[in-house]
């Protein structure tokens, strides 16, 4: 593959990972399991759609989930999986019109959901390598993504979801390590929960698998940070500089509580909620 070819390549899935709710049967208000203590209007199981969803696919409540405190829904992002799933069943509908393929729909979405995010990740990852080798596997693993989210419903619940995270992991493990600012710290802790971060330096540091949630971070310094996989439901990010942090998501962000002073890196939109 060329290289004009491969940015064009980029640049379509730059696109296909944003959601694009318009064009989607409303699969994460059906197919998840959702909880209230999670920010959801009711717990409910995997399957069965949610109370407020209209028959157009719509939210009844889209404005109103801020002021009725719905974090889970405004925090979720489907990385473009949604509509990319309700494309995919063409004529044969969709899980209203067509039941008895809705449980392959929705687990097609939870697979396909999960390559996204990988593809979320390795984007960025190509980004920020500067080493040939690694650009070349970061590249193949794209294109490989790729093919399986094309792929029909059937071929899709039929991967090795397993192996090939193993091998996105690695890529992503040798990037971490690549443009990290400071040594990995074995010994720094992964529970920030609640904690007072407030003003302090963080970095470079890495704050991979880190649970964060309610954590205060306000006017943290944290370039280079590392936000892969990190819990930051409703952690404090106001007047924060995340500009050059690492791996962060639009789902990690909206679940966080920042303001206008907040930045964020280039590929991340500021929720409205905010
Ligand atoms: S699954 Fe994604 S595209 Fe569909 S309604 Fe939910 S967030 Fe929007
Ligand atoms: S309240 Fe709206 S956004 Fe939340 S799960 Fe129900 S239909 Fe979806």
């Known amino acids: 593959m060329t290289n004009s070819e491969m940015m064009d390549k980029v640049a379509d ?11 989607c049967c409303g699969l994460c208000c059906v197919a998840l399991y959702c909880m209230k203590t999670d920010g959801f209007p009711e717990n409910k199981a995997a399957g069965v759609p949610c109370r407020h969803l209209r028959s157009d696919f719509r939210c009844d409540i889209h404005d109103r989930l801020a002021e009725q405190k719905m974090k889970g829904c405004l925090g979720y992002d489907c990385f473009g999986a949604g509509q990319k799933v309700t494309q995919k069943m063409g004529e044969d509908g969709n899980w209203k019109t067509n039941p008895q393929k809705a449980k392959e729909l ?6 396909v959901f999960q390559l996204h995010q990988m593809a979320w990740y390795l984007l960025e990852a190509l980004a920020l390598s500067s080493d040939h080798k690694l650009q070349t596997a970061i590249e193949s ?8 989210t094309a792929a029909t419903p059937e071929e899709i619940l039929s ?30 802790t992964k529970n920030f929960l609640g904690k007072n971060l407030s003003g302090k330096n963080f970095d470079g540091s ?10 205060n971070l306000e006017g943290a310094s944290l370039r280079g940070s590392n936000f892969l996989g990190a819990d930051l439901r409703d ?3 106001k007047n924060t500089d995340l500009s050059k942090s690492l791996f962060l998501t639009q789902m990690q962000i909206n679940a966080a509580s920042g303001n206008t002073e907040t930045k964020l890196p280039k590929n991340l939109v500021r929720p409205l909620h905010w």
């Open 159 to 188: 991967l090795d979801l397993g192996a090939y995270r193993e091998k996105v992991n690695l890529v992503l493990k040798q990037i971490s390590h690549q443009v990290a600012v400071m040594p990995a710290n074995k010994k720094m």
């Open 141 to 148: 693993l794209i294109v490989e993504n790729e093919q399986m």
């Open 13 to 23: 899935l730059q696109k296909a990972l944003r959601i694009d709710c318009e064009k």
């Open 206 to 215: 890495d704050f991979s698998m880190a649970l964060m949630i309610a954590a």
């Open 235 to 237: 952690a404090n990010i």
């Open 106 to 111: 929705f687990q097609t979405f939870t697979v």
